[in-house]
């Protein structure tokens, strides 16, 4: 879904993906859910788990604050998670 081409996907549209969910419904609403463990091609610059931390340098480098990055990369998921599970 990030490009046309799945082998030609790189870290830039992922975090492009991010800016246009984040412009939709806003930053307190959008979170990643990795697939390292599942998916056949991966993004240039985001080839296994131990290159994540390029998605929060990129994130501040576009300009988000601390803690909207801290949502993105997992906070967002745990608040919904305690708001449906209590």
Do not use: C
Request: glycine share 14%; net charge negative; hydrophobic share 40%.
């Amino acid at each position: 879904f990030l490009t046309e081409d799945r082998t030609a996907a790189t870290l830039d549209h992922v975090l492009d993906q991010i800016d246009y969910m984040v412009n939709l419904v806003g930053p307190d609403h959008v979170g990643l859910g990795s697939d390292f463990d599942g998916i056949k091609y991966t993004p240039a610059g985001l080839e296994d788990v131990s290159r994540m931390p390029a998605i929060t340098r990129g994130l501040l480098e576009r300009g988000y604050g601390d803690e909207d990055v801290a949502g993105i990369l997992g906070g967002n998921w745990l608040r919904v998670f305690r708001e449906v599970a209590g």
